[in-house]
């Protein structure tokens, strides 16, 4: 019986220590490691992705795919928050959230949609909508970056309706 429960314990320590490890080694906070997440865009757009694309979501399934490609287009982060939220919780819907945007149209865009952009806050938001209206997006881009740092605008470019990443965009796990 003692070496069952010594065997058990050695057992659970040996699981804790190697989980431990694991954690410590999918973190990796390099400068160089920092900087590749906060330059790589990774999300869909909800309006073009395929459903081979949604299908790489972590949770992500066929049923739920065909609710997303229902509703196109999507205008606003609200309107996907709602349509999809009548077939999953709150919750669901803000764990898919990181991994698609609605491209934002400058000129109607509300506040949550512009909120999708790093670092936009309510009360940018609010100013961007009441600085309206823009006539491109590069004036946009511009009042932005009375908001945001050089680095920020330039990846705001990805949320904008009209632009196109250079690169195809995939979800990060």
């Known amino acids: 019986m003692f070496n069952r429960i010594r065997l058990f314990a050695v057992l659970m ?4 220590v190697s989980s431990a490890l694991l954690l410590v080694q999918a973190q990796d906070t390099t400068p160089e490691a920092t900087a590749a997440v906060a330059t ?4 869909f757009d909800l309006n ?3 459903g081979d694309d949604f299908l790489t979501i972590p949770g992500m399934n066929n049923r739920m795919v065909r609710e997303y490609m229902e509703y196109r287009p999507y205008v606003s982060i ?3 928050r ?18 698609v945007y609605v491209p934002v149209q400058i000129e109607e865009a509300d506040v ?3 909120k999708q952009i790093p670092g936009v806050d309510d009360t940018i938001a609010n100013e961007l909508i009441a600085a309206r209206p ?16 050089p680095e920020q605008v330039k990846f705001a470019q ?10 195809t965009a995939t979800p990060a796990a």
């Open 158 to 167: 990805n949320f904008l309706d009209g632009y196109t990443p250079e690169v």
């Open 82 to 99: 709602k349509e999809i939220g009548k077939y999953v919780g709150d919750e669901q819907v803000a764990a898919w959230e990181p991994y």
């Open 78 to 80: 609200l309107q996907f």
């Open 40 to 43: 790589s865009f990774t999300r």
């Open 112 to 114: 949550e949609t512009l």
């Open 48 to 50: 073009t992705a395929t």
């Open 13 to 16: 320590i040996a699981v804790f």
């Open 134 to 149: 823009y006539g491109t997006n590069e004036a946009f881009l511009a009042k932005l970056g009375t908001y945001l740092t």
